[in-house]
């Protein structure tokens, strides 16, 4: 470490692997926090891979709302993350945000480097898609990750409870059939997001601003 810090240098090996899902809806922060714990494993002397798929912006890297952002490694369908990790001279660490969009068969292979390697795996991504129903990917997570995380930057429904259902709007209404994945963002595009609570979800009142 070349700077004054309160992190530790971590010795290599140190410990076994753990793998680790953190979820939450919509601008809850997810990416935000992906790239501090790699800001954060990197000052502390770790060799880590940052991978996604499907980002906002388009292109293969993690972007966050505030402002910050990286270079990734787009996760395709066919892309044996095993592999990839393999062939990189050591890695300690990896990243995974938009972990919702993989597939079932990659998610076992962020065990795999868990628990066949001792590599952490940090995954985060959405739990549900907008019919509020689970992601593949995200379920198997649920089902195989060693620490679950629901993130506690509160996100806001238009009536002030707290956001846990991310809505799709379409033409101003919200819609419940469609494609899984459709990417977009919560802003004013033609098809867009808004997190709404259980009930103003199940109802399907975006409120004023909707």
Known sequence: ??????????????????????????????????????????????????????????????????????????VVDDLDLVALVRGHQRVDYVICDEACFYTVDQIEQLADLTDDFGIDVYAFGLASDFRSQMFPAAQRLFELADEINRLQVEILCWCGRPGRLNARVVGGKLVRSGEQVVIGDTGADPIRYQVLCRRHYRAGDLGVSG
């Open 1 to 74: 470490m070349t700077e004054s810090s309160a992190l530790s240098a971590v010795p290599v090996g140190s410990r076994d692997g753990v793998l680790r899902f953190y979820f939450g809806p919509m601008d809850c922060g997810k990416s935000t926090l992906a790239l501090q714990m790699n800001y954060n494993h990197g000052r502390q002397g770790r060799r880590g891979l940052v991978l996604t798929k499907h980002d906002r912006s388009g292109g293969p890297q993690v972007t966050s709302r505030i402002g910050l952002g990286s270079e990734a490694i787009e």
